[in-house]
């Protein structure tokens, strides 16, 4: 006879509301999400798109044009952790978006998704030791 494991639950799991955060964009309120899994999967799908469409039309990744950075570091994050009953956005119409929006909308990402940003989040850390 086979030994069947049950797991006991006692109590009940305690709900959690979800993180987010809205901001205006061109007119549309964006919601982001705290990234989950499939979320983060999302955005390495949509930076390798970002990747090969660039290199299809021979650009450099990523270190020459910073529309290209701009599509290849902060689109797929900013995409992948954001929805819009309006839409989102392309790649086209994303590089032509205010930057004070873009700013603000990179900011709630960044909020609520640091580990996205690496780079990003270890140069504010180097620049907080340097005021001390």
């Known amino acids: ?6 797991i006991a639950v006692t109590g009940a799991i305690p709900r959690t509301e979800p993180i987010i955060e809205t901001v205006i964009v061109d007119g549309k309120t ?5 990234g989950s899994f499939v979320m983060a999967l999302r955005k390495e799908g949509i930076r390798r ?9 021979e650009k450099d990744i990523p270190d020459g044009d910073e529309e290209e950075t701009a599509l290849v ?7 992948a952790c954001s929805s819009c009953d309006k839409g989102l956005f392309t ?3 994303f590089l032509s978006l205010k930057e004070v929006e873009v700013d ?11 580990h996205w940003f690496p780079s990003v989040a270890l140069m504010e850390e180097e620049l907080k030791k340097k005021e001390i």
């Open 91 to 93: 790649p086209v119409e």
């Open 49 to 57: 798109k970002m990747i090969e469409t660039l290199k299809s039309i």
């Open 73 to 79: 570091m902060f689109y797929p994050p900013m995409m």
């Open 104 to 114: 603000a909308w990179y900011q709630a990402v960044n909020k609520l998704n640091p």
């Open 30 to 34: 964006i919601t982001v999400h705290e």
């Open 1 to 6: 006879m086979r030994n069947k494991s049950k």
